[in-house]
């Protein structure tokens, strides 16, 4: 390992003198390209100089008790290299989850859609429990949301809601939350008081910048239609809303959550570009999960991830058989626990496939 560690911090220091050479300061996209790789590497070298301390101190203990005669100082240098060595170990698993490949991707920003699917009103009411979840989450994790796109559903919720997460790290955290969600409960509606079971699909995309895909300003058809819904006096009288088509691919992006048709079209091109940019991604999360049976984050839409048991309280996360008796804090945003054991299982799997050295 200290070999590989050696090796990522001469990388480092090569990415950091040629971020300052005048070639790549005038390529802006090669410049955010070393950029991102200089503050991934930056993780990995600091926690390298805090590793070589301990284990020169550790030496410097070693040798102590060797030579030294005092007992007092020797059961000293016993104290400290027992510590010493119990950091090493903790630093070492560290050091080693941090060399696993992390997906470029996981540093960006996300973009989250949320699609009420069969059930109907009830659909659309869960697919509004999920924006909320989503909402609380983000708040807890001090993390900005920006609403793209929303068409509510006729006894509340949503049919459809799109909103960016933007924070550095989001799309690596948010990932996990793609797929079908399953909520069996007794609909508001339900007067036999029944349980019915609904289902949302959520798709989180990693927010592609202008350097990811090129887009040719005329491939776009641009329409411009009235808002609908909450927006005050410009609602249905100004035509700000606005919607995007990518001719070459079909791909449409429209965003009315804004007054400003400027600022609308600017978010709609964003969903746009990310969506294009998704195409691509996508074939290769699809490769990458034809090389293990049990990957976590494939990125198939239509598998059925989780299902919410309110009459028995409980979340159950399909994809590595976990239940949490614990729905109405999760609901209100408690999900990092899910997350972090998606996460876990992930790189257990990499580690298993012998992608760590």
């Known amino acids: 390992m200290l070999e590989k560690l050696e090796l990522i911090k001469q990388r480092w220091e090569e990415v950091e003198a040629e971020l300052s050479t005048p070639d790549v300061m005038g390529d802006m996209k090669r410049f955010a390209q070393l950029n991102r790789e200089y503050k991934e590497l930056s993780k990995i070298v600091d926690e390298y100089k805090i590793y070589s301390n301990v284990m020169s101190n ?9 030579s030294e005669k005092d007992e007092e100082l020797r059961e000293m240098a016993k104290v400290d290299l027992d510590e010493l060595l119990q950091k090493q ?4 698993e560290h050091i080693r989850l941090m060399l696993i490949p992390e997906d470029p991707e996981d540093s960006k920003h996300a973009i989250v859609e949320i699609r009420g699917g069969t059930g109907g009103d009830e659909a659309a009411l869960f697919a509004g429990d999920l924006f909320r979840m989503y909402t609380r989450y983000c708040e807890r994790r001090g993390w900005k949301i920006e609403v793209v796109d929303a068409t509510e559903g006729t006894a509340g919720g949503y049919k459809e809601v799109v909103f960016n997460v933007l924070a550095e790290g989001a799309y690596g955290q948010m990932k996990y939350e793609s797929g079908v969600h399953r909520v069996q409960r007794v609909p508001d509606t339900e007067t036999q008081g029944r349980v019915h079971t609904s289902a949302a699909s959520v798709v989180v995309l990693p927010e592609a910048d202008e350097f990811d895909v090129e887009i040719n300003m005329n491939d776009i058809r641009k329409d411009l239609f009235c808002s609908s819904g909450p927006g005050g006096q410009s609602v249905n009288t100004t035509y700000s809303a606005v919607r995007l088509t990518h001719i070459p691919t079909g791909v449409v992006a429209q965003c009315q959550d804004e007054k400003s048709q400027l600022k609308n079209f600017d978010k709609a091109l964003a969903v746009l570009r990310s969506r294009i940019y998704e195409i691509e991604y996508a074939k290769r999360m699809e490769e990458t999960s034809k090389k293990r049976k049990t990957m976590v984050s494939t990125g198939d839409r239509s598998a059925k991830i989780r299902t919410y048991n309110y009459p028995q309280g409980r979340v159950t996360e399909h994809r590595i058989g976990l239940t949490i008796y614990n729905l109405p804090n999760v ?27």
């Open 58 to 66: 550790i030496e410097t203990n070693k040798a102590m008790l060797a």
């Open 89 to 92: 170990k903790e630093l070492e």
């Open 331 to 357: 609901m209100n945003g408690d999900i990092q626990e899910i997350i972090d054991a998606l996460q876990l299982a992930e790189n257990a799997e990499k580690m298993k496939d012998g992608t760590v050295a």
